[in-house]
């Protein structure tokens, strides 16, 4: 029911920054959630940044302060700016989405874009 594409990764040195975007494809007002995750080779996905139901957000303690999500109803993208980024960063970032809807939510996944920050 949702196709999502992120673009925006690449490689940058250490306290650049880059911004990622995540399209949609349809009206985000419909999504319950969207949100940032990232995927290390050999650890499991993690959450990075996410709008919740009322328009909250939550952010991995990790980005916090550096990190901001952030959303254009009217293209239906949902963007992650990263800021003074960190090796650590180094990750494929993926673009969620959940959709509430009676016996359960379905959870749509982007392909993932690669973000390699170099010291």
């Known amino acids: 029911q949702v196709q999502l594409v992120e673009s925006g990764g690449g490689l940058v040195q250490a306290g650049g920054s880059l911004r990622l975007s995540c399209v949609a494809s349809?009206?985000?007002?419909?999504?319950?959630?969207m949100g940032w995750y990232r995927q290390v080779p050999g650890k499991q996905r993690e959450l990075v940044a996410v709008?919740?139901?009322?328009?909250?957000?939550n952010y991995a303690d990790s980005v916090k302060g550096r990190f901001t999500i952030s959303r254009d109803n009217a293209k239906n993208t949902v963007y992650l700016q990263m800021n003074s980024l960190k090796p650590e960063d180094t990750a494929v970032y993926y673009c969620?989405?959940?959709?509430?809807?009676?016996?359960?939510?379905?959870?749509?996944w982007g392909k993932g874009t690669l973000v390699t920050v170099s010291s």
């Open positions: 969620n989405a959940v959709l509430v809807v009676p016996g359960g939510d379905m959870d749509y």
């Open positions: 349809r009206s985000i007002f419909s999504i319950n959630t």
């Open positions: 709008f919740t139901s009322g328009d909250s957000t």
